[in-house]
């Protein structure tokens, strides 16, 4: 069955310092990929998404992403958080069948 | 460029009765998909649409229904509503001009309180 897990549940941050949040998912064939970033009470923005062709992705608000076959990862990156950067952020998987899994999410503190 | 639009942004409802939440997709696109999001969790796949017909269904009983229009507009409907069903119901567009269904643009989603 195919499945989506973020293991982190909280990370917190000091502003300017990098991050990454981790993604593994089960899936028998490459997958589309998508990291989604959700602010309390609202949808979601989507940052980014892998389709094929090259693994590491940039997205919007200067986030990339690296898919990892080997390892069936897809690991968001930053390299300085801003501390309007504080917000849930989820991985996705779109599998066959027109049918969309998402992550339970990570929530991100930044420390200023 | 219009995003998606939901309506009503908060409802509250009690245990039985029925609910239907509305859904604008984003111009260009053909597809809607509607997902349910409860407090603490990611969001579960409900069910999608495509040129008005059911296009592929997650883990959800049959009293969730939908209904999508000519406009690509959709509607959410949920019959017999449990203490359960409170959670926030997000609905995304995707397809036609931006070409691929799984790329999704979400709205703000509609908040959903049973009592």
């Known amino acids: 069955a195919q499945s989506v897990t973020q293991p982190d549940i909280h990370i917190t941050v000091s502003e300017g310092a990098s991050l990454e949040l981790r993604c593994n998912y089960s899936?028998?064939?490459?997958?589309?990929l998508f990291w989604y970033v959700q602010s309390p009470g609202q949808g979601l923005q989507l940052l980014l998404k892998?389709?094929?062709?090259?693994?590491l992705v940039q997205g919007i608000k200067g986030f990339e992403a690296e898919f990892k076959r080997s390892q069936s990862s897809f690991n968001l990156r930053k390299p300085s958080v801003h501390w309007s950067d504080a917000a849930e952020y989820f991985c996705?998987?779109?599998?066959?069948?027109?049918?969309?899994?998402f992550g339970s999410g990570t929530k991100l503190n930044v420390k200023p | 460029e219009t995003g998606v639009t939901q309506s009503p942004t908060h409802l509250i409802k009690t245990r039985g009765q029925q609910v239907t939440l509305r859904c604008s997709s984003q111009?260009?696109?053909?597809?809607v998909s509607w997902y349910q999001q409860a407090l603490g969790q990611g969001p579960q796949f409900i069910f999608q649409y495509y040129r008005e017909e059911e296009n592929g269904r997650g883990n959800f009983p049959p009293r969730f229904s939908g209904l999508q229009f000519p406009n690509y507009s959709s509607e959410l409907n949920v019959n017999a509503l449990e203490l359960d069903d409170s959670a926030l119901y997000l609905c995304?567009?995707?397809?036609?001009?931006?070409?691929?269904?799984?790329?999704?643009?979400f709205g703000p989603g509609t908040r959903l309180t049973v009592t």
């Open positions: 892998y389709f094929s062709g090259d693994t």
């Open positions: 899936y028998g064939a490459t997958p589309y």
């Open positions: 996705a998987v779109g599998a066959g069948f027109n049918k969309f899994y």
């Open positions: 111009s260009g696109h053909n597809t």
């Open positions: 995304a567009s995707s397809g036609g001009t931006s070409g691929n269904t799984y790329e999704q643009y």
